[in-house]
């Protein structure tokens, strides 16, 4: 019944969200992979994301904090643009879970131009993504998740500022059906925002105490659906080849947002008695991001992964991070 349930969600959610719209949403840059494991993955994480590193992914997948997690990244990206993420987990009662994870991006120093050229002046563009988690083991197979996220970004070339608050929901759900693994999430639920601030003062000396005005734009509304499985591991009842000493996950999410078409991203995982692991994955149906390569290695609770993702015309990026359970 509750598999009956959760399909016929997901049929209603892709009905609803799957308009072949495209758009402008603010805050885009928050939808940015992020997450070394997942980065390997191409972003494959609704289904099998396990630790806190997935919280804007999943927010139930914080529910696989055994005890306490962190986790800290750095990526260069696209153009000079780095962004880097630090994140807390952790179990607080045998099915109740709460976390914070916190994302900041850096555009770096650039050139700052107007109507006429070239002003000689530089400015840069930051956006900061503050998200608190908390998830719920409903049933030994089920898993519930929300975030509670402020969003804001900025520009130092005109002092202007953009703020708003979200709401994340998601589930992660083993079938029982050959050893397959469900997740669901449908991210920014919020109000619109716009930019404000003091350069949009008007300076005309006939007008006093006036701005010009801004347009509100929606958040970037995305819904996602994933599958994972375990087709070799060391669980005898959820995976198709049993073997003490190897894993080998495979996942698919299909991603739908507001303002873009319909994409997928597929990852696979393997996993040498749980120390040493190879990732790799792909983009579906995404203008630029294709290929990703990963890699980690787990010892004594630390475990250190690197990510490189192939983004065609707009060449590549590398992502490193650390986490620590305790």
């Given at each position: 019944?509750?598999?009956?349930?959760?399909?016929?969600?997901?049929?209603?959610?892709?009905?609803?969200?799957?308009?072949?719209?495209?758009?402008?949403?603010?805050?885009?840059?928050?939808?940015?992979?992020?997450?070394?494991?997942?980065?390997?993955?191409?972003?494959?994480?609704?289904?099998?994301?396990?630790?806190?590193?997935?919280?804007?992914?999943?927010?139930?997948?914080?529910?696989?904090?055994?005890?306490?997690?962190?986790?800290?990244?750095?990526?260069?990206?696209?153009?000079?643009?780095?962004?880097?993420?630090?994140?807390?987990?952790?179990?607080?009662?045998?099915?109740?879970?709460?976390?914070?994870?916190?994302?900041?991006?850096?555009?770096?120093?650039?050139?700052?131009?107007?109507?006429?050229?070239?002003?000689?002046?530089?400015?840069?563009?930051?956006?900061?993504?503050?998200?608190?988690?908390?998830?719920?083991q409903v049933t030994d197979r089920l898993k519930l998740g929300g975030n509670f996220k402020?969003?804001?970004?900025?520009?130092?070339?005109?002092?202007?500022?953009?703020?708003?608050?979200?709401?994340?929901?998601?589930?992660?759900?083993?079938?029982?059906?050959?050893?397959?693994?469900?997740?669901?999430?449908?991210?920014?639920?919020?109000?619109?925002?716009?930019?404000?601030?003091?350069?949009?003062?008007?300076?005309?000396?006939?007008?006093?105490?006036?701005?010009?005005?801004?347009?509100?734009?929606?958040?970037?509304?995305t819904f996602r659906v994933g599958l994972k499985n375990d087709v070799i591991s060391a669980?005898?009842?959820?995976?198709?080849?049993?073997?003490?000493?190897?894993?080998?996950?495979v996942s698919i999410d299909a991603i739908n947002p507001l303002d873009y078409e319909l994409?997928?991203?597929?990852?696979?995982?393997?996993?040498?008695?749980?120390?040493?692991?190879?990732?790799?994955?792909?983009?579906?149906?995404?203008?630029?991001?294709?290929?990703?390569?990963?890699?980690?290695?787990?010892?004594?609770?630390?475990?250190?992964?690197?990510?490189?993702?192939?983004?065609?015309?707009?060449?590549?990026?590398?992502?490193?991070?650390?986490?620590?359970?305790?």
């Amino acid at each position: 019944m509750i598999v009956r349930k959760i399909l016929f969600i997901t049929t209603l959610m892709s009905v609803v969200f799957c308009g072949g719209k495209v758009g402008t949403s603010i805050f885009r840059w928050a939808e940015i992979e992020t997450g070394t494991r997942a980065v390997g993955m191409a972003g494959s994480q609704v289904a099998s994301g396990n630790g806190v590193y997935a919280i804007p992914y999943n927010p139930a997948t914080l529910g696989f904090v055994e005890k306490s997690q962190i986790f800290i990244s750095k990526a260069e990206y696209l153009a000079g643009v780095s962004h880097n993420t630090i994140a807390y987990g952790t179990k607080v009662s045998p099915s109740d879970y709460v976390g914070v994870h916190l994302y900041y991006l850096d555009s770096g120093s650039m050139q700052e131009t107007n109507e006429d050229g070239l002003t000689g002046q530089n400015f840069k563009y930051t956006g900061l993504a503050l998200r608190v988690a908390y998830a719920k083991q409903v049933t030994d197979r089920l898993k519930l998740g929300g975030n509670f996220k402020f969003l804001r970004e900025s520009t130092t070339s005109a002092d202007l500022t953009m703020s708003s608050i979200g709401f994340d929901i998601g589930s992660n759900f083993e079938t029982g059906i050959a050893g397959m693994t469900l997740g669901m999430c449908i991210s920014n639920f919020g109000p619109e925002g716009r930019y404000m601030g003091d350069g949009l003062d008007i300076t005309d000396e006939d007008t006093e105490d006036t701005q010009k005005e801004t347009q509100y734009y929606p958040m970037p509304l995305t819904f996602r659906v994933g599958l994972k499985n375990d087709v070799i591991s060391a669980n005898k009842e959820n995976s198709f080849v049993y073997n003490p000493d190897h894993r080998l996950t495979v996942s698919i999410d299909a991603i739908n947002p507001l303002d873009y078409e319909l994409y997928a991203s597929m990852g696979v995982e393997y996993g040498w008695n749980e120390m040493v692991f190879v990732r790799t994955g792909t983009h579906l149906g995404h203008d630029t991001a294709g290929f990703t390569f990963g890699a980690g290695v787990l010892w004594q609770n630390i475990a250190f992964d690197i990510a490189y993702a192939d983004y065609g015309i707009l060449k590549s990026t590398w992502q490193a991070g650390i986490s620590f359970k305790f």
